[in-house]
Structures are given as C-alpha cells and as structure tokens.
C-alpha cells in the first residue's frame, strides 16, 4: 500500500462544475496536509494546506480533511479551463519531509 | 529573492558523467528539501537541510549521490558517475522554519537527462 493515494484521472469535469478530488494515506501520525497544482512541464505550486479536521475555505477552492478516514480532499468549485492541470496531495508525517501521491490529472473541457 | 531559483533549467549529460545542480532558496528560510521527479510521478524526497545541517538523507538513492549546503543559504546537489535511471526533475524547496506545518516552496526544477 502506498503512503500516499490518488486516483490518476483524467477527471473530467465541464466549465462551471465542481471538481472533486480525493487522496488517501496511510499514516495516522500525518500532521498536515497540502494540495499542489502542476502543471505540465512545470514545478509544483501550492494552493491549499489543512492541519484540522473540518473544512477550510480559500476562493474557489475547499480543502476537507478526515484524519479518523485518513481521507483529504480538494474541491474546485466553478471549475475553469485554466484549472487543467495535475493536482498533487503531500503529507507532513512529522519528519518534514512531504509524502506525495501520485496526482491527479483535471481536465475541465470549455 | 522572489522565489526559489534552480540552475541549469535543463542538463545532458553522457552516462559516467558527474553533475552538480544548485538551489537558491527564499531569502530567510530555514528550511532546504531536495525531491525527484519521474516522468509521470509525484516528487519523491531525496534530503532535508536545516540551516547548514543536513538532518535527513534517507532517500537519496545511492552513495553516487550527495548534497551540501556549507553556508545555510544555496545548496548543492551532486550526482556522481551518472546513470540512465538518475534522469528525471530534480526540485528545490525551501519553507520558513524546520517544521511540519510549514508550507514548502518549489522551484523551477532542474530536468536532468542521462544519455
């Protein structure tokens, strides 16, 4: 089982829609929880970090997070083309280091 | 500085060949972290400086390779005796303070290609 678990996609999702995306992971000990968006060719680019459970809100974007799941997700509401790209979840297990996923890539289709 | 800066942006070398890839990180910050990147994959990590010290280089993933950063400010990665497996984006990234809440900033990345 890998630490970190992402559905590989492509998610495809219309302009407007509400895109969801969903990473498990293994460690109960994880501490934090960041999403990145990279796009091809390109570096990671961080868009949202969660430490509690609950919900946290930042624009368009919703970051939940599970910990007693060991579930964390990303929503994308009034999804834009521009939001095409390969989203990565990291975890923080507490040794620094970021555990990533795989990533999952997002179409959104004009 | 703006952001992390990587150089080269793209490196060839011929298999057996050693290079060395540098990482400028934000100004002021603690924290250096070094990842590879496979086509396709997502980073994985190689090692992790606090200040001048290297606290963590598990993943490094075999003696060929090695990193420094003698000054707590840019850091070096070096690859020894180069192999075709060694070909992938190498990325920096630095955060404010060693901790785990500290969101990590990419650079650029260093797209290394072993012939």
């Known amino acids: 089982q890998k630490e970190v678990e992402q559905n590989s996609g492509p998610l495809s999702v219309p302009e407007g829609a509400i895109a969801s995306l969903n990473c498990t992971y293994s460690?109960?000990?994880?501490?934090?929880f960041f999403w990145y968006r990279q796009y091809s060719g390109k570096s990671p680019e961080l868009i949202m970090f969660?430490?509690?459970?609950g919900d946290k809100e930042d624009g368009r974007f919703t970051a939940q997070l599970n910990k007693a799941s060991q579930y964390v997700s990303l929503l994308i509401r009034d999804s834009q083309p521009s939001d095409s790209a390969t989203y990565l979840c990291?975890?923080?297990?507490?040794?620094?280091?970021?555990?990533f996923g795989t990533g999952t890539r997002l179409l959104v289709s004009p | 500085g703006a952001g992390v800066s990587q150089s080269p942006r793209y490196k060839v070398a011929k298999r057996g060949q050693d290079v060395a890839l540098r990482c400028d990180p934000i100004?002021?910050?603690?924290?250096l972290f070094w990842y590879q990147q496979a086509l396709g994959q997502g980073p994985e990590f190689l090692t992790y400086?606090?200040?001048?010290?290297?606290?963590?280089k598990s993943g490094l993933p075999s003696d060929r390779f090695f990193a420094e950063r003698p000054e707590g400010s840019v850091s070096t990665l070096k690859i020894q005796r180069t192999q075709q497996e060694d070909s992938a984006v190498y990325l920096c990234?630095?955060?404010?303070?060693?901790?785990?809440?500290?969101?990590?900033?990419f650079g650029p990345g260093t797209r290394l290609t072993v012939l």
């Open positions: 990234a630095s955060s404010l303070v060693g901790s785990s809440y500290n969101e990590q900033f």
């Open positions: 460690d109960r000990g994880s501490q934090s």
């Open positions: 969660i430490y509690s459970n």
């Open positions: 990291a975890v923080n297990t507490g040794f620094q280091k970021l555990v």
């Open positions: 100004s002021g910050h603690v924290s």
């Open positions: 400086f606090q200040n001048e010290a290297q606290l963590d």
